[in-house]
Antibody
Framework: EVQLVESGGGLVQPGGSLRLSCAAS????????MHWVRQAPGKGLVWVSR????????SYADSVRGRFTISRDNAKNTLDLQMNSLRAEDTAVYYC?????????????WGQGTLVTVSS | QSALTQPRSVSGSPGQSVTISCTGT?????????VSWYQHHPGKAPKLMIY???KWPSGVPDRFSGSKSGNTASLTISGLQADDEGDYYC???????????FGGGTKLTVL
């Protein structure tokens, strides 16, 4: 069974940093694109970042580029999101999601999410 | 990149059909056939319903269908059922630099 479990969320002050992790199991992690998607309270889904199976290709949404860094450890089956210079508008539930089949642009399995709150 | 435009809400009675639109530009929806649709029940993980504009992942019933005309993609749900109720999001590829954008989401109510 495919499982994605996010961790690392919490309350952080504006300008602070936080590192999210996603532990993957039930599939060959090293062969899939992985993504981060977020949802602010009462708002819609917003794509954040993606990383290719071997880490050779990385993309970010304009709103987080230069502040967030996605990475993966295929030996440990983990996906990370390092978030720096956090702003109030980064407050959201952050989901990790697996790319669908060989596609880099769709997601088939999602975690339950971890809440990040940026507030003083 | 601005979010794609979806109606905030749609509704229908059991057995009826509803269509949810997703309007973008020639730089996203109109420029690529990489449009997908997700069903999201609050508190649960989103579910891929349609990809490549009109293809079904395994396990998705063919009551759900996708199409595209110009800069607007559409999701049609026929034979509405109570558990179809939830939020629906479209998503489109927009290029290599910042490749994906979602729509604002549509709340489907089954009356």
């Amino acid at each position: 069974e495919v499982q994605l479990v996010e961790s690392g969320g919490g309350l952080v002050q504006p300008g602070g940093s936080l590192r999210l992790s996603c532990a993957a199991s039930g599939f060959t992690f090293s062969t899939y694109w992985m993504h981060w998607v977020r949802q602010a309270p009462g708002k819609g889904l917003v794509w954040v970042s993606r990383i290719k199976s071997d880490g050779s290709s990385i993309s970010y949404a304009d709103s987080v580029r230069g502040r967030f860094t996605i990475s993966r450890d295929n030996a440990k089956n983990t996906l990370d999101l390092q978030m720096n210079s956090l702003r109030a508008e980064d407050t959201a539930v952050y989901y990790c999601a697996r790319g669908y089949s060989q596609y880099a642009v769709y997601f088939d399995y999602w975690g339950q999410g971890t809440l990040v709150t940026v507030s003083s | 990149q601005s979010a794609l435009t979806q109606p905030r809400s749609v509704s229908g009675s059991p057995g009826q059909s509803v269509t949810i639109s997703c309007t973008g530009t020639s730089s996203d929806v109109g420029g690529y056939n990489y449009v997908s649709w997700y069903q999201h029940h609050p508190g649960k993980a989103p579910k891929l319903m349609i990809y490549d504009v009109n293809k079904w992942p395994s396990g998705v019933p063919d009551r759900f269908s996708g199409s595209k005309s110009g800069n607007t993609a559409s999701l049609t749900i026929s034979g509405l059922q109570a558990d179809d109720e939830g939020d629906y999001y479209c998503c489109s590829y927009v290029g290599t630099y910042s490749p994906l954008v979602f729509g604002g989401g549509t709340k489907l109510t089954v009356l």
